[in-house]
């Protein structure tokens, strides 16, 4: 009998309505990866202090104390999909500007506009995890999903590597872009909303 329940609870893990957002969470996390290592090096680039790398890692992150608690209200309302679409967007918008600065504070601004994206993207993600599993599940498809995130991680760095050595840091932004969007084609065509 149990053998049989956690059969059925591998199924429900790995099924239809989890692959497509482990795979969002994959990618995103791809290019996460990529981000850990081009922000700090291309922020000391741009500005030459330590002081001004950390303020864009704290500037990237101020908008999702506000923006995180919007979105999940807003998802609530109008869905989880459209939010998933909407973060990944602004975040493709802002990793495009990125490619293009010349000066520190206009990396600054995008970093805002990446953070809000971020955070648009990662709360409704995260709901869209929970609409996709049941209460008695949820544990071990976070878990899942925990490991889709850490390869996109692990490998996202290495790959960033290759291109900061080949063309260049500015390059890097293009990558994530690119794993940003392939988040949107997952969230269009394989997710389904609840």
């Given amino acids: 009998m149990t053998t049989q329940n956690n059969g059925s609870a591998i199924r429900e893990i790995f099924s239809k309505r989890t692959l497509p957002v482990f795979s969002a969470f994959f990618f995103w996390s791809f290019g996460t990866g990529g981000l850990w290592l081009v922000r700090p090096l291309f922020a000391y680039e741009i500005g030459g202090s330590?002081?001004?790398?950390a303020l864009i890692?704290?500037?990237?992150a101020m908008p999702r104390v506000i923006i995180g608690p919007v979105t999940g209200y807003l998802t609530d309302r109008f869905g989880?999909?459209?939010?998933?679409?909407?973060?990944?967007?602004?975040?493709i918008a802002a990793l495009t500007g990125d490619f293009f600065v010349q000066e520190y504070w206009q990396f600054l601004l995008f970093e805002i506009v990446a953070g809000t994206g971020i955070a648009v993207y990662m709360t409704s993600a995260n709901?869209?995890?929970?609409d996709a599993t049941r209460t008695?599940?949820?544990?071990?498809?976070?878990?899942?999903?925990?490991?889709?995130?850490?390869?996109?991680?692990?490998a996202g760095p290495v790959v960033a590597g290759a291109i900061a050595a080949t063309l260049g840091l500015r390059y890097v932004f293009l990558f994530i872009a690119v794993t940003k969007f392939m988040v949107i084609l997952v969230a269009l065509f394989l997710i389904k909303e609840q």
């Fill in 136 to 154: 008695g599940s949820r544990g071990r498809a976070i878990a899942a999903r925990q490991v889709s995130n850490r390869i996109g991680n692990l």
């Fill in 80 to 91: 989880r999909r459209p939010f998933v679409i909407i973060g990944a967007t602004l975040h």
């Fill in 127 to 130: 709901v869209l995890m929970a």
């Fill in 50 to 53: 330590f002081l001004l790398v």
């Fill in 57 to 60: 890692s704290s500037a990237s």
